[in-house]
């Protein structure tokens, strides 16, 4: 088969959105809908891809950026037809087009596969039938049943009205007559727009062969015009993505409450239990279970960790075997080795820690290196920070820190050492040592509280 040339249409406004930001960029599933629609036109792999782009061009293209995808401006909004023209220079004299649309998020590969082997070298429209049809153009046929023509809603006969096959505005036309059929359009209709939909008629009329494809699912050709149909595509997204996760063995204590905002990737027996949030890259290992409500993004977790309700979790390694949580948060660089437990209210920042240490209650920590079966006890900190500069805070194997301890970086807990409770460490606590550093205690004998004066 000829080259194929792929054409998203996304100047329009958007104007019910309500928005600075041009429409074809808000995000479906985290990712702004265009780049849904040009990551199913690339796995077509394309010769070329361009975008029409319009209103917010720079933040269209510099969102979007330039990997493997062509720009034509349309500097005015004249149709879609004037829209598909500014792309002609472009695309080669032969081969065929696949046009879409930039508000279009959810349409599946396999669609538009249907709809190129529909096409042949010809042209082809893919449609939708629906029962209500209000607002679309209409699948206008002869009493062969062959295409004559696409009528706007808004320039429809009462009896074009009543048919309820409708144009997705996806189709497929053959290069060889497209810059023609555009040129040959023109804008006396109802809206004073120069249609795409118009150049059926002109196949038919030169005897081009006009086939149709139907579209499975009525969401794969829903577009966005404003707020509600983001979100009604966002929860259909979210459902078609839990569906594939369950397919895929994992458990999910109710499909409709997970959000994946970006890519989850899984081994076997995972579980993951209600409302939580997946953005950016995750993966989870065989065996993890997740709690309620935990938010992950861009973190790894090795097989058979838990992570209980509540824990957050951003750009962090998490090994083998863990207990993270409840209310746990891991920052930016935490990492993790196996068999670590951190509890709640610990929050952990930049900082590695060993194989089996544990870090359970009410603590920061942040610039350190703690060492493999260290206890870091209750409310203990890293005093990281002099308020212009961080410092690390180094603690080896074994190390022992009592609850309140203060760690005033830059400062060494060497191996097997021990901390008093409520020590405030400003040098190196030696190897195999009980260092204490706090104000002794000490007791008034006969001391009387003060009376209340009468
Ligand atoms: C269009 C179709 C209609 C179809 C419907 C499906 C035409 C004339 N009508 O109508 O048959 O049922 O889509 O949703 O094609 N765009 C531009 N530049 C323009 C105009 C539009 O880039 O000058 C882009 C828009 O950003 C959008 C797409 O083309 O992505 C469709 O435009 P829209 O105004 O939504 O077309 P409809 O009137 O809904
Ligand atoms: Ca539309």
């Known amino acids: 088969m000829d080259s194929l040339s792929v054409v998203i249409l996304a100047a329009g406004k958007g104007t019910r959105m309500y928005s600075a930001k041009p429409k074809v960029l808000h995000s479906i599933g985290g990712k702004p809908m265009l780049a849904h629609v040009i990551e199913t036109a690339k796995q077509l792999s394309p010769d070329r891809l361009v975008v029409v782009y319009g209103f917010g061009g720079e933040q269209v293209r510099q969102t979007i950026g330039d990997d493997g ?3 034509a401006e349309q500097a005015e909004q004249l149709g879609t037809g004037h829209a598909l023209k500014m792309a002609m220079p472009l695309l080669p004299d032969a081969g065929r087009t696949l046009v879409l649309y ?22 082809a429209v893919l449609t939708d039938v629906l029962d209500d049809a209000t607002g679309y153009g209409r699948m206008v046929r002869g009493t062969d049943g062959k295409l004559k023509a696409i009528v706007e809603h808004k320039d ?64 794969e050709a829903a577009g966005v015009n404003n707020k509600l149909q983001l979100a009604e595509l966002e929860r259909i997204l979210q ?11 994992v458990t999910l204590a109710d499909p409709a409450r997970i959000d ?26 065989d065996g993890v279970e997740i709690g309620a409500n935990c938010i992950l993004k861009n973190v790894s977790v090795a097989a058979g960790t838990r992570i209980a309700a509540f824990s957050h979790l951003e750009d962090a390694v998490v090994g083998e075997a ?16 196996g068999h670590v437990h951190v509890g709640n209210f610990v929050e952990i920042k930049k900082s590695t820690v060993g194989e089996g240490s544990k870090v359970n209650h009410l603590t920061y920590i942040g610039d350190a290196s703690i060492g493999s079966k260290v206890n870091v006890g209750a409310g203990s900190v890293t005093c990281n920070y002099d308020g212009v500069n961080k410092f690390k805070t180094v603690i080896g194997d074994n190390v022992f820190v009592g609850s309140g301890t203060l760690m005033v970086a830059p400062v060494t807990l060497e191996e097997g050492a021990t901390i008093g409770a409520g020590s405030v460490l400003t040098r190196t606590a030696p190897a195999g040592e009980l260092t204490v ?17 009468s």
């Not at 863990?322 to 080795?337: H, K, N, Q, S, V």
């Open 102 to 123: 930039g508000d279009v998020p959810l349409t599946r590969l396999e669609t538009l596969q249907d709809l190129l082997a529909a096409a042949g070298d010809g042209m």
């Open 322 to 337: 863990c207990r993270i949580g409840p209310y746990a948060r891991l920052r930016p660089g935490a990492a993790l080795a």
């Open 69 to 71: 995808v062509l720009w």
């Open 260 to 285: 994946i905002r970006g890519e989850l990737v899984h081994g076997n027996d995972v579980s993951i239990d209600v409302n939580c949030v997946f953005e950016g890259k995750v993966s989870l290992g």
């Open 156 to 219: 429809c006969s009462p009896e074009q009205l009543a048919i309820r096959e409708i144009n997705t505005g996806m189709m497929v036309l053959p290069n060889g007559r497209l810059a023609d059929w555009l040129n040959a359009l023109r804008n006396g209709n109802s809206q004073g727009e120069y249609y795409l939909t118009d150049v059926l008629a002109l196949a038919v009329a030169e005897g081009v062969a006009v086939e149709s494809a139907l579209v499975a699912h009525s969401w």
């Open 239 to 249: 459902q078609n993505q839990a569906r594939a996760l369950l397919t895929a063995g």
């Open 437 to 453: 550093a706090r104000a002794r205690q000490t007791t008034i004998p006969g001391w009387k509280r003060p009376a209340k004066k």
